[in-house]
């Protein structure tokens, strides 16, 4: 049967790396599912190699982690470091913002997602995005794929779109679904548990303890901190 291509959304991502094994689908009919790093560029390199693509994410926009993150959130990792081999962040600094001056070392959300939404307009797959769509099934439909999703505002009595695709690229990251989080007594405590961070604005003068010790729960200390 046609493959179904599982990409991670790692910052670093390379364009030509993982893309050596799509020889196959030249001017196939493809449905690239999440708008994030990696499926901006999957939907990219498939384009170039003349297929016909359709890239759905359910978000208002493009941008994956990056689009939900927290207003304050700046990159783990440089500038260089998280630049894409055929459109480097560095160039797009000195062609984009040079008026406004540079990054810094370390992004923030918005100079992040400002990038990533250039990268995909320089190499057309804006052209292809459908944002505000909810995929709902994926379904085998003889040699291809039937995808239904959702568009625009959830109601329940909203119709599903359906479009048969030759093959489908799942790009719906790692970090897409909630972790639930339990611990004896949690039901007792009298403060507030919070497992959504939207910011430090509602923390201001109170004792905050940060449960984790992964690059999530540093990045929530240090913004409270502030």
Not at 2 to 29: C, E, H, N, T
Not at 58 to 82: D, F, I, Q, Y
């Amino acid at each position: 049967p046609p493959p179904l291509f599982f990409l991670p959304a790692y910052p670093g991502i390379r364009a030509p790396l993982w893309s050596r094994g799509l020889g196959d689908v030249y001017k196939r009919q493809v449905c690239v599912i999440g708008g994030g790093m990696a499926g901006v560029v999957a939907a990219k390199e498939l384009l170039q190699r003349g297929c016909a693509v359709t890239l759905l994410e359910k978000g208002p926009e493009l941008g994956g982690v990056w689009r939900e993150a927290w207003g304050g959130t700046r990159s783990t990792s440089s500038l260089l470091n998280t630049s894409f081999s055929d459109f480097s962040l560095p160039a797009f600094v000195e062609t984009v913002r040079s008026d406004r001056g540079a990054y810094p070392r370390h992004f923030s959300r918005d100079e992040y997602r400002c990038y990533l939404r250039a990268y995909a307009e320089r190499f057309g797959v804006l052209e292809c995005v459908i944002c505000d769509a909810e995929v709902v099934t994926v379904r085998k439909a003889g040699d291809a794929y039937e995808v239904g999703w959702l568009e625009g505002p959830r109601d329940v009595s909203q119709l599903t779109t359906r479009e048969t695709f030759t093959h489908i690229v799942v790009a719906t990251g790692l970090a897409h679904a909630k972790k639930p989080f339990d611990a004896p007594g949690l039901n007792t405590f009298k403060g507030r548990v919070v497992t959504h961070y939207e910011g430090n604005q509602s923390f201001q003068n109170e004792r905050v303890v940060v449960v984790g010790a992964g690059e999530t729960a540093s990045d929530v200390a240090a913004d409270l901190s502030r």
